[in-house]
């Protein structure tokens, strides 16, 4: 990396009071120039130059490449220093603070005190697993208690490290060093550099240096006089775990302010709060210039409240662009210098909008008085700008390593902030002035009261007050002049919109603005003029309309001020009235003629629908009743003393009876429903099965089905099995043995005669049907006899 020569042989120490560590160093470096300064390591290290540091800002640096070397020389232990010339309390560890009963100092200074010395003292409350929060609520119990104070070095009992302690006791203090039996954190602090460092002296002598100089060593190596013994800092720990020390320590600000000393309740805390309220207020900042260019009609007003817009988010950039930056710095203090643009930019805008504010926009001409005041703000901004030359505004003390926090104020500094506040009187008086013919009374308290708290605020921040002191100089303006503006467009002070009456007067409607005595402020062409009276028996209607006849009515609704008053003329809706009475009189006949004729075409089509429905019913069952005609015909024939062929005979009929009734009892099942369940189908079997007995015929069913059938397959399966049995009551005495069930997915209903069954023959119409239903016919070899079987194959529908 490129180093600046001029720093190469320096050496920057933190600028501690109790601290000789500079002095030792210019011993143990005599070529190097040693400086004490604040703790601003990086910047120091990007200048070529080395810096004193802890080792959480050693590891970050090295990890970073920001530095290439460390030289870790001393520690720095989180002690309780107890002042025996003005106390004899007994104090052993960090919770016997709150009950000593004694004030506790608290050493913040200088940078990284606050996150390390609040980390050792959470850690000895709350373990490894520290957050802060232990150490900051017992420190915020002191401090309710009064007896808490930060950096007041003559308290009885001191928060602070043990090389402070030391030096201390040197000096002359009667000071007992603790170490807390919780637990705390001892921390290492050393050189960092990007160049090697040549210690001129061995490592022995530069030893005695430190321990000379009241420091003690990383071994742990000291001056007995002035700290504990060894056994005592069996309770210190070196940390480990520098990213998690750096995370939590984040919020070491925070909870100093907030818990500890119960401020910034009201304003960001830290860093990372600074830049969310920037970016929260900017958003709502935003939202709010659209809102009011969408309620602006005045090209010049909206050009002017973009500008305020525009100069209010300059103003919040700037201050989040300056909280970025080292205080200490020349860009950091003409980013301040650069609040003065925008906020002095500020009334000049106000003023030029009170002014065009009732003016026609084709007659607005700049006056004199606003280009004067135009020019006071500029030379007062340019004064600001030039503030290193005569300091009017800011007195710095450059010599002082922290002028950028401890300044003064210059000789313009009360003209500037007076200068301000009174644009912004002037800008509500010319406002007023102007719209006192519509403003709205009880609105006018809101803009005030804004005033008035710009100026507290104003008188509060210069004169140190802590709720103004405390608080976000920038971010506290810019929510007061954004609500300060808001309140202006609520009182009415601002019309949001000047098109009113060209809108009225152009207007086909009947409309019209009155005030409380009946007249016109803004009225359309076809306004009808109403009297008082009329206009009071309105508004007590409202919002019921009031009749100024038959066909017109009027509403009047209160305003501030007068009445909004609009008329409707309904003749024509009376008209449109009769006309749809008219056509509902006539639908209605038309829709009874319509029900009828929908009655009639509805029996006319269930008749038809029932003819159709016997004319398939009979095509299905028209060749077994014809059968059954024949069969009846043929028993009548026969001679009374043939029982047995009568018997036979009979039972054959008695058969396909109780087929055709199950066949009916399925053909109206299949217009109702898709499928059958396989246990009625199993019935319906069983009756064929007990008449066919009759008949000689004995049966014996196995049935394995458990799922469901369509319903089709499941007719075909009665057909074929009824089939069947027709054949065998023709024959002799015959057994039969049927199966129903699943055999390698396909659905199968088997059956094996006891006899020859080459002598059956399959009708044509039970062929399609199977053919039809998906099913396949098999005929089976089986030595003496056939086996027939339908199969349905694997995957059709109706069962799974």
């Known amino acids: 990396m490129n180093l600046d020569p001029s720093e190469e042989k320096t050496v920057y120490c933190i600028d501690d009071q109790y601290s000789v560590y500079?002095?030792?160093?210019?011993?143990?470096?005599?070529?190097?120039?040693?400086?004490?300064?604040?703790?601003?390591?990086?910047?120091?290290?990007?200048?070529?130059?080395?810096?004193?540091?802890?080792?959480?800002?050693?590891?970050?640096?090295?990890?970073?490449?920001?530095?290439?070397?460390?030289?870790?020389?001393?520690?720095?232990?989180?002690?309780?220093?107890?002042?025996?010339?003005?106390?004899?309390?007994?104090?052993?560890?960090?919770?016997?603070?709150?009950?000593?009963?004694?004030?506790?100092?608290?050493?913040?200074?200088?940078?990284?005190?606050?996150?390390?010395?609040?980390?050792?003292?959470?850690?000895?409350?709350e373990g490894e697993a520290f957050t802060l929060k232990?150490?900051?609520?017992?420190?915020?119990?002191?401090?309710?208690?009064?007896?808490?104070?930060?950096?007041?070095?003559?308290?009885?009992?001191?928060?602070?490290?043990?090389?402070?302690?030391?030096?201390?006791?040197?000096?002359?203090?009667?000071?007992?060093?603790?170490?807390?039996?919780?637990?705390?954190?001892?921390?290492?602090?050393?050189?960092?550099?990007?160049?090697?460092?040549?210690?001129?002296?061995?490592?022995?002598?530069?030893?005695?240096?430190?321990?000379?100089?009241?420091?003690?060593?990383?071994?742990?190596?000291?001056?007995?006089?002035?700290?504990?013994?060894?056994?005592?800092?069996?309770?210190?720990?070196?940390?480990?775990?520098?990213?998690?020390?750096?995370?939590?320590?984040?919020?070491?600000?925070?909870?100093?302010?907030?818990?500890?000393?119960?401020?910034?309740?009201?304003?960001?805390?830290?860093?990372?709060?600074?830049?969310?309220?920037?970016?929260?207020?900017?958003?709502?900042?935003?939202?709010?210039?659209?809102?009011?260019?969408?309620?602006?009609?005045?090209?010049?007003?909206?050009?002017?409240?973009?500008?305020?817009?525009?100069?209010?988010?300059?103003?919040?950039?700037?201050?989040?662009?300056?909280?970025?930056?080292?205080?200490?710095?020349?860009?950091?203090?003409?980013?301040?210098?650069?609040?003065?643009?925008?906020?002095?930019?500020?009334?000049?805008?106000?003023?030029?909008?009170?002014?065009?504010?009732?003016?026609?926009?084709?007659?607005?001409?700049?006056?004199?008085?606003?280009?004067?005041?135009?020019?006071?703000?500029?030379?007062?901004?340019?004064?600001?700008?030039?503030?290193?030359?005569?300091?009017?505004?800011?007195?710095?003390?450059?010599?002082?390593?922290?002028?950028?926090?401890?300044?003064?104020?210059?000789?313009?500094?009360?003209?500037?902030?007076?200068?301000?506040?009174?644009?912004?009187?002037?800008?509500f008086i010319l406002l007023l002035v102007k719209s006192r013919t519509c403003i709205r009374k009880k609105g006018l308290l809101f803009p005030l009261v804004f005033i008035i708290l710009l100026a507290a605020y104003q008188y509060g921040y210069a004169n140190n007050i802590p709720i103004a002191r405390e608080s976000d100089w920038t971010m506290v303006h810019c929510v007061l002049i954004l609500l300060f503006t808001e309140s202006l467009v609520r009182a009415g002070m601002i019309p949001v919109n000047t098109k009113y009456k060209a809108l009225f007067a152009h207007s086909p409607l009947g409309m019209q603005i009155v005030d409380t005595k009946g007249e016109p402020v803004l009225s359309s062409g076809a306004a009808m003029k109403v009297n008082n009276k009329t206009i009071m028996n309105a508004a007590e209607s409202y919002p019921q309309p009031s009749y100024l006849s038959e066909a017109m009515m009027l509403f009047a609704a209160p305003l501030t001020g007068g009445f909004a008053l609009w008329q409707e003329d309904i003749s024509e809706i009376k008209i449109i009235q009769k006309e749809i009475e008219e056509s509902v009189n006539k639908l209605k006949a038309a829709t009874s003629l319509l029900a009828q004729e929908e009655k009639i075409k509805r029996s006319a089509q269930e008749e038809i629908e029932k003819t159709q429905l016997l004319a398939q019913l009979e095509a299905e069952i028209s060749e077994h009743t014809n059968t059954l005609a024949i069969m009846i015909e043929q028993i009548e024939q026969l001679d009374n003393t043939v029982d047995v062929d009568r018997t036979k005979g009979t039972a054959r009929i008695a058969l396909l009876l109780c087929y055709i009734k199950r066949r009916c009892n399925l053909f109206f099942k299949e217009r109702e429903a898709n499928i059958l369940q396989a246990n009625e189908l199993a019935i319906y079997l069983d009756e064929l099965s007990e008449i066919a007995e009759y008949s000689n015929v004995r049966i014996i069913i196995t049935n394995e089905l458990e799922i469901p059938l369509e319903i089709r397959r499941a007719t075909v399966i009665y057909d074929f099995f009824y089939s069947i049995i027709h054949w065998a009551a023709c024959q002799e005495s015959i057994n039969i043995i049927t199966h129903l069930g699943i055999e390698r997915g396909n659905l199968v209903i088997g059956m094996l005669p006891s006899v020859d069954a080459n002598s059956y023959q399959m009708e044509n119409t039970l062929e399609k049907s199977i053919a039809q239903a998906g099913g396949t016919y098999l005929i089976k070899d089986l030595d003496e006899t056939l086996g027939l079987s339908l199969l349905f194959s694997h995957g059709s529908e109706g069962y799974a």
Request: net charge neutral; glycine share 6%; hydrophobic share 45%.
């Open 134 to 427: 232990a150490a900051a609520k017992m420190l915020g119990e002191l401090n309710s208690l009064k007896r808490y104070s930060q950096n007041f070095y003559e308290a009885p009992l001191l928060i602070c490290y043990d090389y402070y302690a030391a030096q201390m006791i040197k000096g002359g203090r009667n000071l007992e060093v603790i170490v807390p039996k919780e637990g705390t954190f001892t921390y290492e602090k050393g050189l960092i550099s990007n160049v090697e460092l040549s210690f001129s002296r061995e490592v022995d002598s530069m030893e005695s240096i430190l321990l000379s100089s009241g420091f003690r060593l990383l071994d742990g190596r000291c001056d007995e006089k002035l700290y504990p013994g060894a056994e005592a800092y069996k309770n210190a720990m070196e940390i480990s775990d520098y990213s998690y020390l750096n995370a939590i320590s984040m919020n070491a600000t925070r909870l100093s302010r907030r818990i500890i000393l119960g401020t910034h309740w009201y304003t960001s805390s830290n860093g990372v709060e600074h830049m969310y309220f920037v970016l929260i207020f900017l958003v709502i900042l935003v939202i709010w210039i659209a809102s009011l260019m969408n309620r602006l009609a005045d090209n010049n007003k909206r050009k002017a409240f973009l500008c305020a817009g525009i100069l209010m988010l300059g103003w919040m950039l700037a201050r989040l662009i300056s909280y970025q930056l080292d205080v200490s710095t020349g860009v950091r203090r003409y980013i301040g210098y650069s609040y003065y643009l925008f906020r002095l930019s500020l009334p000049v805008v106000f003023v030029w909008l009170a002014h065009i504010i009732g003016r026609s926009e084709e007659k607005i001409i700049v006056p004199w008085w606003i280009k004067a005041f135009s020019a006071y703000m500029l030379t007062l901004i340019l004064i600001i700008f030039t503030n290193d030359l005569h300091s009017l505004q800011y007195v710095y003390d450059f010599s002082n390593p922290n002028w950028g926090n401890e300044y003064g104020n210059g000789l313009i500094y009360p003209l500037v902030n007076l200068s301000w506040q009174l644009s912004f009187v002037v800008v």
């Open 22 to 125: 500079a002095e030792a160093v210019a011993q143990m470096l005599p070529d190097y120039t040693v400086i004490r300064a604040g703790n601003r390591a990086f910047d120091y290290l990007g200048r070529g130059a080395v810096a004193e540091v802890f080792a959480t800002q050693a590891f970050a640096a090295l990890e970073t490449g920001l530095a290439k070397y460390w030289y870790p020389q001393y520690t720095a232990t989180v002690v309780i220093a107890v002042d025996r010339d003005m106390t004899e309390v007994v104090i052993n560890s960090w919770s016997d603070l709150p009950g000593s009963g004694e004030m506790v100092g608290h050493i913040l200074v200088p940078h990284l005190n606050r996150e390390l010395t609040l980390a050792a003292v959470s850690y000895g409350l």
